[in-house]
């Protein structure tokens, strides 16, 4: 099997391509606390400071909870703090036991327990200081492509997004799913006008009754508003850009998951992804709560387009930034990892781009930070489900 | 080096790669059509007369129809095009008459 980089193998089979000591939040009381122990251990330390945890009922609770479950067991982090209030509705023992269950060692650290704020942060860094030490002597090993689950994601489109980026990062989806790997594709609202496309290409079809059952209850559930959906797709500065419905955003977007590439499965927010192929997961439009979802659901590496230029990054993921626009690639630089413009002044073709976005992928895999990751963008926002109660 | 792009063969828009102005051809395979408007970069233009309500049509799949009657060489954009999907202000006003 072809060697493709260096990771992290983990007790439970899976690959990482990051060794983070995860410190999580049960609650929004216990941000700030988590946030300090992480970054006493910057950069390995990475916080997941979230607004929910308490006053949650149903789906919104379940979702927050198996967000953050989600990550405490995901291959990019090598060991897990849990910092508790102590009276809130996230469990923290789920989430100590969930990552002890994928082989990382976890710990609790309780506000109320510790007594206040002082006392918790400092046996928080105490602890922290010591996984790091322990997380620093792990050494990278060559992994193949087919242990790699990558996110496709296109945010601040414009029209060089659906002409040159999207359709790149979609021959990179389709190398990737040759070789034995998994794509994601989150963001139902744009699926919207090009689902008939992605179900066309469904292994079976009740995968492709589900895509379909799924867009017609994301488009419902906008409906039931009573309002114009065009009121934030295409947002104001796709339409600046050239895009002028939801319906060419969607097909412009859904380039990214490949021309070929099966569609496999259907996950909810932040579910496991366990099929090699295409799988479509259940998340919003906001580019943060997307990227929050598809780590969530295990993968270890983010395929980022963008036509405006965005910052976006993820706590544990790396995200690769790619334009297909020149003037962004200029004056968005700090935040561009890779420029194929070149695709639209044909002096590049989309074969190259996509050699090079492969080539960049494997050695950000292997280690390289991304702009993102050099900026300290560590955007993390879990999907809310209804008003906190 | 193309100043316009078409992506399918089935499309009657072309997406503009730099601004566009009237009296400048661009060329679509066989077809030639004159700029009728000028057309601001990754804004479409319409490679021939859509009629109101006819469907707009690029990646080689619809995009929304015409909300006016557009003439060939003209932008095409959210004066002119209404989007088919999630319009629950249609469905509120339908529901109120």
Redesign the interface.
């Known amino acids: 099997m072809t060697q493709a980089f260096l990771g992290y193998t983990r007790p439970d089979g899976q690959v990482g391509v990051r060794n983070h000591v995860l410190v999580v939040p049960t609650v929004i009381c216990a941000a700030v606390v988590a946030e300090r122990i992480a970054g006493a251990i910057a950069p390995i330390g990475a916080a997941l400071p979230h607004l929910a945890g308490c006053g949650q009922i149903g789906p919104d609770l379940s979702v927050t909870h198996d967000t953050l479950a989600a990550y405490t067991r995901h291959p990019n982090v090598g060991a897990v703090i849990v910092v508790a209030l102590g009276c809130e509705q996230v469990i923290a023992q789920y989430l100590a036991d969930t990552a002890r269950q994928a082989g990382k060692a976890a710990h609790i650290v309780s506000i109320q327990g510790e007594g206040g704020t002082v006392r918790a942060t400092a046996r928080g860094i105490e602890i922290a200081r010591g996984l790091a030490v322990e997380l620093g002597r792990a050494e990278r090993a060559w992994c193949p492509a087919s242990s790699l689950v990558v996110s496709v994601k296109c945010g601040g489109s414009d029209y060089t997004s659906g002409l040159a980026s999207n359709p790149a990062v979609g021959r990179v989806a389709d190398k990737i799913v040759d070789m034995g790997g998994a794509v994601v594709l989150g963001e139902i609202a744009e699926i919207m006008g090009a689902e008939h496309l992605l179900a066309a290409r469904a292994s079976a079809p009740a995968t492709a009754a589900h895509l379909l059952r799924v867009v017609r209850r994301v488009e419902a559930e906008a409906m039931a508003l009573g309002l114009d959906i065009r009121g934030t797709q295409p947002s104001p500065g796709n339409i600046r850009g050239g895009l002028t419905t939801i319906e060419e955003k969607s097909l412009g977007a859904t380039h990214k998951a490949g021309e070929r590439t099966r569609l496999e499965d259907v996950v909810p927010y932040a579910g496991r992804i366990t099929r090699r192929g295409l799988t479509v997961m259940e998340t919003p439009g906001l580019d943060v709560e997307s990227v929050t979802g598809m780590v969530g659901g295990g993968a270890q590496i983010v395929l980022f387009t963008t036509g405006l230029g965005t910052p976006t990054g993820n706590p544990i993921a790396p995200v690769i930034k790619i334009t297909g626009n020149a003037r962004t690639a200029q004056t968005m630089a700090d935040n561009t990892d890779v420029d194929v413009s070149a695709i639209l002044t044909n002096a590049g073709s989309f074969d190259e781009a996509a050699t090079r976005l492969f080539d960049e992928l494997c050695e950000v895999a292997s280690g390289r930070p991304t702009a993102s990751e050099r900026l300290g963008h560590r955007e993390f926002a879990i999907h809310r489900r209804n008003a906190t109660i | 080096?193309?100043r316009a792009?078409v992506?399918s063969a089935l499309d009657n828009v072309a997406?503009?790669?730099e601004a566009l102005e009237p009296g400048e051809t661009i060329q679509a395979g066989a077809l030639s059509v004159a700029v009728a408007e000028s057309i601001?970069?990754?804004?479409?233009v319409a490679l021939r007369a859509i009629d109101a309500g006819e469907v707009?049509v690029?990646?080689g799949?619809?995009?929304?129809h015409a909300s006016a009657s557009i003439g060939a060489g003209m932008h095409?954009?959210?004066h002119n095009?209404?989007?088919?999907?999630?319009?629950?202000?249609?469905?509120?006003a339908e529901g109120a008459r």
């Not at chain 2, 799949?61 to 929304?64: F, V």
Request: hydrophobic share 40%; aromatic share 2%.
């Open positions: 080096v193309n792009i992506i997406t503009a790669l601001p970069r990754g804004h479409k707009v690029k990646y799949s619809a995009i929304g095409v954009h959210t095009v209404a989007s088919d999907r999630g319009r629950g202000d249609l469905a509120a």
